[in-house]
């Protein structure tokens, strides 16, 4: 009781001045007399303006909160969303490798690509296979649509493939329909170039290129591209033979190490 004295007499006038708001507002409101009805209705009228504008506040501050957690929820299943459909853009192209390898008699083995060098025309990827998963120095490399390349450096759990678009990469080929031969190199870009055809060679725009299979380390049939352009024109005994590699190599994620020799079947 003694507290509360001391309350009450520490905020007399506090209490007071609200005291005498609440009795005045009380009397303003019961008044009938014309102009105090007059000046209720003013004061009802700026009463609700405020209060239509806290609300106003109110709402917007809410609104404001719910607009940055769907910002953020927003974030997370665009995140979600790309995770989504990454792992499906994988598994696609697991499929494609996995039909390849039911296409085949040969032992292979998956590898993800971790890494590239590219200086000048010198072209290699880095995979994450090794000595580990029993590959070896010039095994070749492949993925559904063909050839990649070799292996030329291989260490415990990582080696380094040479891509076919490496200046100093060679390879004995063929054009499937006619049987025409010669020799498949880089020639400009990812462009390459089948040299040494004879000008009387049967090849067209369109022929799909693939590896003869007379080198000790490709086997036949391995598609390599088709042929892009076909130039007669020259003064020496052979025709140009420009090839678009099957392989699109700027997009090489997963391949395939062939490890076990035997007989391939024809991918087409």
Known sequence: MRRFSEWFISRKENLTLVTALLLSVALLISNENPPLRVLRVWSLEGFGLILERVSFLTQWKALRQENQLLRVKSAELLVENSALREAAAENLRLRQLLGLKYAVTWDL????????????????????????????????????????????????????????????????????????????????????????????????????????????????????????????????????????????????????????????????
């Not at 090849?203 to 390599?224: E, H, M, R, W």
């Open 109 to 268: 083995v998956a590898a993800k690509v971790i890494g590239r060098e590219a200086r000048g025309a010198v072209n290699s990827i880095i995979l994450a296979v090794g000595k580990r998963d029993s590959v070896d120095k010039n095994m070749v490399v492949v993925t559904a649509d063909g050839l990649v390349g070799k292996l030329i450096s291989v260490a415990q759990n990582y080696s380094t493939c040479q891509l076919m678009t490496d200046r100093n990469f060679r390879i004995s080929a063929m054009v499937q329909r006619s049987r025409a031969t010669g020799i498949v190199r880089w020639w400009s870009g990812s462009q390459l170039q089948m040299v040494d055809v004879v000008k009387r060679a049967d090849v067209k725009a369109g022929d799909l290129v693939v590896t003869s299979g007379v080198s000790p380390i490709f086997p036949g049939g391995l598609p390599l591209g088709h042929v892009s352009e076909v130039d007669r024109e020259s003064q020496d005994m052979f025709t140009r033979v420009l090839v678009a590699p099957a392989v699109d190599f700027s997009l090489l994620e997963e391949v395939f190490v062939i490890r076990k020799r035997s007989t391939l079947t024809d991918l087409n």
